[in-house]
């Protein structure tokens, strides 16, 4: 006699259809350790070597245990471009473009429709300009005898040697403020209406619907603005090189640009990884902060 078994059925059939999600998976899977997870892994190997781009470590390298990072503890030009990259980061970014971007965003909102192409226009083609581009733009504008320098009535300042990093700061800001402007317009059309219009109806005044209805619903957005915004220029790399390489001296000189240096340009390329796994740590760190505080949001 044939005994059925209640839920067998079921159960098989979920279990079929993981393995066959797993096999299908399996290729992507496969492709992702190949492209991504083996030369993350090789270069956190490297960062514990000695090995140089040319000459007899190129080929001869040894593995140096922390070697690199007692050098980097003890190196001044590593702990200035590390504290040079996160005033960058915080300044440029995660004040500088999230609170404009927000401020654009809100302004374009209420805008009439001219002055909303207007100026959408203006800051987006900033945006889509080539970094090589803005730098010139700024480099230009920032010398002694250009247009800053005019209108500050400061004629012979070159303001790239004065405060080189304000100006670096500023031209990151002016490319890359459309991001944020279009990531807090997104989600400010995402808002309920009926919210905002029973506050509105209440009498709030604008200020304090901006701080107690729309800077609350926004919050998801916020956070998700700052980790992209992070990311993306704790690896600034062009726009600085472009406008400074890194100077005058070193007042510049940003995580980046340092890697750049130590492992293109002074060949130490085992040296030059190591620092750049403290620049991928500094993002781990900043992603796990923004995360945890989207989480507790949810």
Do not use: C
């Not at 059925?9 to 999600?21: C, V």
């Not at 987006?124 to 730098?135: C, F, G, K, R």
């Not at 005898?145 to 300042?157: N, P, Q, V, Y």
């Not at 957005?221 to 070193?250: D, R």
């Amino acid at each position: 006699m044939a005994v059925v078994v209640a839920g067998l059925g079921p159960r098989l059939d979920r279990e079929r259809f993981q393995w066959s999600s797993l096999a299908m998976l399996t290729p992507a899977l496969a492709l992702l350790g190949l492209l991504f997870v083996f030369p993350v892994l090789y270069a956190g190997y490297l960062g514990f070597t000695n090995l140089a781009l040319v000459g007899a470590r190129s080929r001869d390298y040894s593995f140096t245990g922390l070697d690199n990072v007692v050098r980097m503890l003890g190196d001044y030009v590593f702990v200035k471009s590390s504290w040079l990259t996160l005033i960058f980061v915080v300044g440029s970014a995660i004040v500088g473009q999230s609170v404009l971007g927000m401020a654009l965003a809100l302004l374009l909102r209420n805008a009439v429709v001219p002055i909303r192409l207007i100026v959408g226009s203006i800051v987006i083609v900033a945006w889509v300009l080539p970094e090589i581009t803005v730098a010139l733009v700024w480099y230009a504008f920032s010398q002694a005898g250009g247009t800053l320098s005019i209108l500050l009535r400061h004629s012979d300042t070159n303001f790239l040697v004065v405060v080189p990093m304000l100006i670096v700061s500023l031209a990151n800001l002016w490319r890359n403020v459309a991001f944020s402007m279009l990531v807090f317009s997104a989600g400010l059309r995402n808002l309920p209406t009926e919210v905002l219009e029973a506050a509105e109806v209440e009498g709030a005044s604008v200020w304090r619907r901006y701080r107690q209805v729309i800077l609350p619903l926004l919050k998801p957005t916020i956070l998700t603005n700052l980790l992209l915004v992070t990311i993306l220029n704790l690896s600034e790399f062009t726009l600085i090189y472009a406008m400074t390489q890194g100077g005058p001296g070193i007042e510049t000189m940003t995580l980046p640009l340092y890697v750049y240096q130590e492992a293109f340009v002074f060949h130490q390329l085992g040296y030059g990884t190591a620092i750049s796994l403290v620049l991928v740590l500094i993002g781990a760190v900043f992603s796990l902060l923004f995360v945890r505080a989207a989480r507790s949001q949810a």
